[in-house]
């Protein structure tokens, strides 16, 4: 339990909002922000979850290979962002808004608000 504030890789693992316009064979460097950021659930969720195909990142290495050394807080199974089973409502760790600019040297972050953006009409 310590504040990470570091630049970490994700990739996508369904098509929902907030991916459809990601690529699963580009890893995205995304920041995170976070001292308890670390996602938990018990069996059956976690179960419930990927056979739903409900989980929308996973942390991953720069390559996009998942692996334990590029899960930065110990998330279950690298799990870096989940949403419901109607796909309109979603949660991440990591931060994109934090990487959308080129001021801030990164904008992959933006590619994924945009994916919000184009597809939204989708889901209302």
């Known amino acids: 339990m310590k504040f990470i ?8 693992q369904n098509r929902s909002i907030v991916t459809a316009d990601l690529s699963a064979e580009r890893p995205l460097k995304i920041p995170i922000a976070h ?31 998942i692996n334990a050394a590029s899960n930065p807080n110990g998330s279950l ?4 962002g989940i949403c419901n089973e109607g796909r309109n409502v979603f949660g991440m ?16 972050g ?4 945009r994916s919000i953006i184009n597809n939204v009409m989708q889901f209302v």
């Open 5 to 12: 504030c570091d630049n970490v890789y994700l990739v996508p």
């Open 35 to 65: 001292g308890e950021g670390r996602y938990y659930a018990n069996d059956e969720t976690l179960k419930k979850l990927n056979d739903k195909e409900q989980v929308l990142f996973r942390y991953c290495d720069a390559d996009g290979k």
């Open 77 to 80: 199974e690298n799990i870096a």
């Open 93 to 108: 760790m990591p931060h994109p808004e934090r990487a959308a600019d080129p001021v801030l040297f990164n904008t992959d």
């Open 110 to 113: 933006s590619s994924v608000l």
